[in-house]
């Protein structure tokens, strides 16, 4: 079974503190995806990664930044926390072969910025 | 702008009851179709998927996918509680555009 962790279920930061957001996965996927979930609008696509060291920006990159130097391993950079930015934050990871691309969610991170 | 429509619902069917869930898509060239079950303050959990026209049954769930009218549905039969959730219909190929979701209800 693929299996996709995230470093935290819940987090709670104050107004402009850096925050990191970890997720790994360990089936050898190449394509690893950062969403936020909001009531209302659903996922959206913040960043995503072919490959190590390759990001490109989704629907909503802005006050978003992401590092991935090791193939199992994305993470989510937020430089300077808003309140704005409170949300669900879920990582997903695919394989990069056509119709195999089956995305697979991990448990998702409740960030609260106070 | 690649959009996913659902219904918000809820749709309320009772157990034993098929529950029908739609969705239709923009991107005429969407290569790969999927729904998923997301339980409340659970992340997404893929249920099926499915490539080429027609259906594709996995136990009490039935994927249908018609490309020329754009339209991708969920069956599910004998609905049982556990089955209560919001159901995610997403499109694309590397990229998946997800649409806002479905709730179903399924009552004793």
């Known amino acids: 079974d693929v299996k996709v962790t995230q470093s935290s279920r819940y987090l709670v930061k104050r107004t402009g503190e850096k925050v990191f957001l970890e997720c790994v996965q360990d089936m050898d996927h190449e394509n690893m995806f950062w969403y936020r979930q909001d009531p209302g609008l659903g996922l959206r696509l913040i960043y995503f990664s072919y490959d190590v060291k390759m990001k490109e920006k989704g629907d909503i990159p802005e006050g978003y930044s992401v590092s991935r130097e090791k193939k199992e391993r994305f993470s989510l950079i937020l430089e300077s926390a808003s309140t704005n930015q409170t949300s669900m934050y879920l990582c997903?990871?695919?394989?990069?072969?056509?119709?195999?691309?089956?995305?697979?969610f991990g448990p998702g991170t409740r960030l609260t910025v106070l | 702008q690649k959009e996913v429509e659902q219904n918000s619902g809820p749709l309320s069917v009772p157990e034993g009851a098929i529950a029908s869930l739609n969705c239709t898509y923009s991107?005429?060239?969407?290569?790969?179709f999927f729904w998923y079950r997301q339980y409340s303050g659970k992340s997404p959990e893929l249920i099926m998927s499915i490539y080429s026209n027609g259906d594709k049954e996995d136990g009490r769930f039935t994927a249908q996918l018609n490309k020329a009218s754009q339209y991708v549905s969920l069956l599910i039969r004998d609905s049982q509680p556990s089955d209560s959730a919001t159901y995610l219909c997403?499109?694309?190929?590397?990229?998946?555009?997800f649409g806002t979701g479905t709730r179903l209800l399924v009552s004793p």
């Open positions: 991107d005429r060239v969407s290569q790969s």
């Open positions: 997903a990871s695919s394989l990069a072969v056509s119709s195999y691309n089956e995305q697979f």
């Open positions: 997403a499109v694309g190929f590397q990229k998946l555009v």
